[in-house]
């Protein structure tokens, strides 16, 4: 898709990933673009025409957000479905499924349903307009797994299917859809994991992971990897499962012993 003179929306546009993407869209030619997130700074980010408060977890306020965007700014060209929570971590890996029915429900809420609420508004009008592109932030997690946390692995793991499904769904309608999956990126939420897998091959800038996700959408590339390495991993995963598993088991005996 070519961003030149396209409305984009963005998720999770406060900090990290969601703000690289929004200021690169801009610097890319796109003519309106806004940012939503549960907190937003004082001053409206530069590259920024519009920052909004939203709860992705609330099917309304998405609802709520796109209108206010579309009656302010035009027909949403390029929707950035960013935020994401990691949570649910068992570093002593004594029950991998330890974690609250609270947490699961929100990391479910926020990694896969803020997905789908925004595309369910969005897909009508996109058909009816010929075509629109949805680019959904990830992670590598969704294609590998995540050693420690179930939670986090498993709705990643539920947002590629989404992402697939919308992709196979609604291509003959002229809607794109990529989807964003690095490992380390040098955010806040990084900070707030344990040092594990994703950082064995290099902690990214969010800007660097931007640009990947601005030359992917330009390609219409459907997976987006701004570390390479993953597609090995993922070839590894296909050819030999147990195999796979043994080696991720192996990450995770380093993990417990220090």
């Known amino acids: 898709m070519e961003i030149t003179g396209k409305v984009a929306l963005v998720t999770g546009g406060a900090q990290g990933i969601g703000l690289a993407l929004a200021q690169a869209l801009g610097a890319a030619g796109a003519a309106r673009v806004v940012i939503a997130d549960l907190r937003l700074p004082d001053d409206t980010p530069q590259g920024v025409d519009e920052a909004c408060i939203c709860d992705v977890s609330d099917a309304d306020q998405i609802a709520n957000l796109i209108d206010h965007v579309e009656a302010g700014h035009g027909p949403i060209d390029i929707m950035c479905s960013n935020a994401g929570i990691a949570t649910g971590m068992d570093i002593a890996f004594d029950n991998i499924a330890f974690a609250d029915p609270e947490v699961w429900n929100r990391a479910w809420a ?17 058909k009816a307009r010929g075509g629109g592109y949805f680019l959904h932030t990830i992670s590598a997690a969704g294609l ?43 955010t806040p939420m990084l900070e707030g994991l344990p040092d594990g897998p994703q950082l064995g091959d290099g902690v990214l800038s969010a800007q660097t992971v931007a640009d990947a996700a601005i030359d992917g959408i330009r ?28 080696g991720m088991a192996k990450l995770q005996r380093g993990m417990k012993t220090g």
């Open 144 to 186: 590998l797994s995540q050693v420690g946390s179930a939670v986090y692995s498993t709705t990643k793991h539920a947002a590629v299917g989404f992402a697939e499904s919308l992709a196979i769904g609604h291509r003959d309608d002229g809607i794109r859809v990529s989807m964003l999956c690095p490992q380390g990126v040098a």
């Open 110 to 126: 926020v990694n896969v349903m803020a997905h789908v609420h925004a595309a369910r508004v969005l897909i009508p009008r996109m």
């Open 219 to 246: 390609a219409e590339r459907f997976v987006i990897l701004p570390h390479p390495a993953v597609a090995d991993y993922m070839r590894a995963k296909v050819d030999n499962y147990d195999r796979w598993i043994g």
